[in-house]
């Protein structure tokens, strides 16, 4: 992980207060410990010890949503979010990781596993396991995929997508324009199937040669983000050393999630900052990563294919920002200018708030605050008066189904890939 001076980037804040507006978890809390240059004095004093890293100190950096919104704002560009990371780290070297955590990054580990249980009939519900926060308790609870009242796993399959398809889809020889991989993400892989198989139905009328590398890990978000670095070194290097075995064979690797696109692309490198061989072994991968629909919209004629179609669809559709696509990669015209082809439009008042999903710990300890992060999303979801909600990230979709829910908003909520794939269809 990379290495940042507390001291530094505590002297650096000016304490302008630009991100305490943006902050979502300083939205619900209105307290400025919480707020991004609270965190910032906080390690400042961390550093210089004079800031003792107990239990108090430990709830406070494990209430960022690590949204980026400050950073995005930041007149001096401080990397807030990675700062937090970085102490979770040390937080996770203090008090260990829950055990209920450590189980799941085990899973995450061994894809065997996990699978065997898939098909079971076993799903995770956000992250894997959710304390109820409403009743403070400290038991874990699983959820089945059968439970109609969680709407939140509405195409959990007992089949993954890696173990539903070969490994070589081929176009035909004549017609064939290239060949893609399909870095799927856990939670496509084993909850929202339907995304990887709207991909696959995409590619294949594009008339791409379609590779499904069956040995991919985790990218390791869940563990980067909770502090876990001895889970996201494995997983990191796992997938370096398997992607290199064929990166050159393909024209590139093509993901449906905004969150494992940004670690993949960005966070790798970052993570790898002081092991300089395994940072630029990460790097040259980077150049052939791409979220799906940027790569679809600058280097195929899909846009054109779906404006030729004619179909135009009544349903109104509300496109959502995930952190890790606009903020991260700078990716939100892109799926928009798919979509409209086919689609209205409408605009929510604010599609680049967080949805609050936040995480590991934030969908556990802190759900509570997940839940408030939640709401306003689901109300300005509702104003729109859109019969679709899309995000090209599945851990929007888990969040934001679940505050819809609660809120009693009735919007679907899809994939832009399942979508432009509903429109391809004859």
Known sequence: MEKFDYTKISDDCVKCGKCKPVCTIFNINQDEATSPRGFIDLLGAYKRDELELDKTAKEIFESCFLCTNCVEVCPNDLPTDMIIEQVRSDIAKKYGIA?????????????????????????????????????????????????????????????????????????????????????????SNYTYTKTGDSLVKILKKLELDIFIPKKQLCCGAPAYFTGAFDTVDYLTK???????????????????????????????????????????????????????????????????????????????????????????????KE???????????????????????????????RFDFARAAGAPKAAMIRDTKAQIVSAECSACRMQITDSLYHADVDVVFKNPIELIAEALED
């Not at 109609?148 to 796993?153: I, Q, S, T, V």
């Not at 970052?270 to 799906?292: C, D, G, T, V």
């Not at 409408?346 to 609050?356: A, I």
């Open 238 to 332: 796992k997938n370096i050393e398997y992607f290199e075995s064929w990166i050159d064979s393909v024209d590139a690797v093509i993901i449906p999630e905004a969150t494992c696109s940004a670690m993949i692309n960005q966070d790798w490198e970052h993570y790898l900052h002081n092991q300089p061989e395994w940072k630029e072994r990460a790097k040259k991968l980077s150049s052939k990563i791409f979220m799906a629909t940027k790569w679809l919209e600058n280097n195929t004629d899909l846009k054109d294919m779906l404006a030729k179609s004619g179909k135009k669809f009544d349903q109104m559709v509300t496109y959502h920002d995930p952190c890790h696509a606009k903020k991260m990669q700078g990716i939100w």
């Open 99 to 187: 055990w209920y955590k450590r189980l799941f990054f085990f899973l995450l580990r061994h894809r065997k596993i996990m699978d065997f249980m898939s098909k079971l009939g076993w799903m995770f519900q956000t992250c894997g396991i959710k304390i109820d926060a409403e009743k403070k308790s400290a038991t874990p609870r699983f959820s089945l995929p059968i439970v109609k009242k969680n709407r939140a796993l509405p195409y959990a399959d007992s089949v993954s997508f890696l173990n539903k398809y070969p490994e070589n889809i081929r176009a035909k020889e004549d017609v064939k324009k290239g060949r893609v991989a399909i870095f799927i993400g856990c939670m």
């Open 335 to 365: 799926p928009r200018e798919l979509l409209k082809q086919n689609y209205v439009l409408k605009e929510m008042s604010d599609s680049n708030r967080c949805c609050g999903f936040g995480g590991v710990t934030m969908q556990t300890e």
